[in-house]
């Protein structure tokens, strides 16, 4: 093999062990988050975890905040792969409920809310990552909004806030064992979108 191509092959397989690492640094702080909280989250016990030296966080990630923010930003575009799936779905209002209600990645979401108090950079992560997937949730709402000839009398940019803000209230409550009023919020939910996707008006909305 001529020198150039073992070399190229060389980088190639550093690149690719890099890779496993990271990820599984990643995967092990994603579980100490969800097991202890982000203050356990140390670059001592995640490296740890994986049998390295803490030293490696530094050499891949730079410092370990670095390596939560990238954290963030990978569970950050899953869910927007996952939201573009949903909006493009044949009921997609109905499926996005569903991605907005969604518990499952409630513990690391609110660990991260929690770490943004302390850290300018987690901050300013999350709010661009919001202000991004509600501009999809508000083209979405609106296109289909449109289709079905729906006007409401609130705008979709405050529907679509008030939806999230609802669904968010919900998650963490019953994350914490509250449930009362739940039941009802979510069968007005369901039967407001099933009367959507039926086609029928909505004066609720159109009164708003």
């Not at 405050?158 to 064992?177: C, D, K, P």
């Amino acid at each position: 093999m001529p020198v150039g191509e073992k070399v190229r092959a060389s980088r190639r397989v550093r690149d690719g062990e890099a890779a496993d690492v990271r990820t599984a640094l990643l995967d092990a702080a994603e579980a100490i988050l969800l097991r202890d909280g982000y203050a356990a989250a140390t670059a001592r016990r995640i490296a740890g975890a994986v049998g390295l030296k803490h030293q490696v966080v530094f050499y891949y990630f730079g410092a370990q905040e670095d390596l939560l923010l990238a954290l963030f930003q990978r569970q950050a575009e899953a869910h927007r792969q996952r939201l573009v799936a949903v909006l493009a779905s044949d009921q997609p209002l109905r499926a996005l409920w569903g991605l907005v209600t969604d518990r499952s990645t409630t513990k690391l979401t609110l660990e991260f809310l929690a770490l943004a108090n302390h850290s300018e950079a987690m901050r300013a992560a999350i709010a661009a990552n919001a202000e991004a997937v509600r501009s999809l949730q508000v083209e979405a709402l609106t296109r289909h909004m449109a289709a079905r000839g729906a006007q409401p009398g609130l705008s979709p940019e405050l529907l679509t806030l008030l939806t999230n803000a609802l669904a968010r209230l919900l998650v963490q409550e019953a994350t914490i064992g509250i449930t009362g009023g739940h039941n009802a919020a979510v069968a007005m939910i369901a039967a407001l979108l099933d009367r959507f996707e039926a086609g029928e008006d909505l004066p609720e909305l159109r009164g708003l």
